[in-house]
């Protein structure tokens, strides 16, 4: 194992803003092979991820945790992505129902520490399950939705998970997304049509009020509106230090260095 830093993927950065998400999604597969999967929670960004990966016929399963009190629209959602764009999807479930966890510790995301502990156990815990399966992830961040996710790096690395994280939607702009929806027939969760302009646990997600920021229907109840379950490391600045251990090999590949195979 050797290790790569943030720093070290600033040039591929650089060149990765020139980039179509379907050029980067190419790239993550011919790079990581079976070892990348993406990441989706049903949202509309995500369809349009799960549209893309289907059309180019990539063998990158999806990867959804089922937090155990998901909107149905969104289950619905997951299961027409996976039939229709013939995709395997994988669901990673908390280790505790939604029940027993607030027979064991309270209803937790009624105070802001309780949602940090309750979004660890039902979101954050699941995927890093996972961790060691995978070498990257895709996500579906886009700088267009605003706030901390205006600055985010293409490729970034994630210490927690061990991997790399690829956002090939980061320069897809609202407009570039609903026109690719429209122009696709992207199927997308019915609750964006009923207000909802994020989506995430029942318990916590409302509709937003016209002008409303677009993230002011999670976590209502909590205030302030900035507020992310912490499942994308990406919403968090780690620095350039940030660094995580991937095979020799694999890290030359994904540098675009030379491998002298004589040696
Ligand atoms: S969004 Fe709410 S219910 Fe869902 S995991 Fe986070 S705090 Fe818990």
Excluded at 14 to 21: A, D, H, L, N, W
Excluded at 99 to 110: A, D
Excluded at 201 to 219: I, Q
Aim: proline share 5%; glycine share 6%; hydrophobic share 35%.
């Amino acid at each position: 194992m050797a290790r790569i830093t943030q720093a070290d993927l600033t040039e591929l950065n650089k060149s990765f803003e020139e980039r179509t998400p379907h050029e980067l999604l190419q790239w993550a597969s011919s790079i990581f092979g079976k070892r990348v999967a993406a990441l989706s929670a049903m949202q509309m960004a995500g369809s349009v991820v799960c549209h893309m990966i289907s059309q180019l016929k990539l063998e990158i399963p999806i990867l959804f945790v089922d937090t155990g009190v998901n909107f149905q629209e969104t289950l619905d959602t997951r299961d027409r992505l996976a039939r229709d764009y013939n995709l395997q999807m994988i669901t990673l479930h908390p280790d505790l129902t939604m029940e027993e966890q607030t027979r064991k510790h309270g209803i937790l995301y009624l105070s802001a520490e309780g949602q940090k502990e309750c979004c660890e156990m039902r979101k954050t815990i699941p995927l890093q399950k996972v961790s060691g399966q995978y070498d990257c992830l895709v996500g579906s961040l886009r700088r267009a939705e605003g706030g901390a996710r205006s600055r985010f790096q293409i490729l970034s690395v994630d210490p927690q998970m061990n991997c790399v994280r690829i956002n090939p939607l980061a320069n897809f702009d609202n407009e570039v997304m609903d026109n690719y929806i429209v122009e696709h027939s992207v199927i997308v969760n019915p609750l964006h049509s009923q207000g909802f302009s994020t989506i995430s646990c029942n318990r916590c997600t409302t509709p937003v009020m016209p002008g409303e920021p677009k993230r002011a229907g999670r976590w209502r109840h909590l205030g302030p509106w900035s507020v992310y379950c912490g499942i994308n490391p990406t919403d968090f600045d780690g620095g350039t230090s940030q660094a995580i251990d991937l095979p020799q090999d694999l890290i030359d590949r994904l540098l675009g260095r030379e491998t002298d195979f004589s040696i």
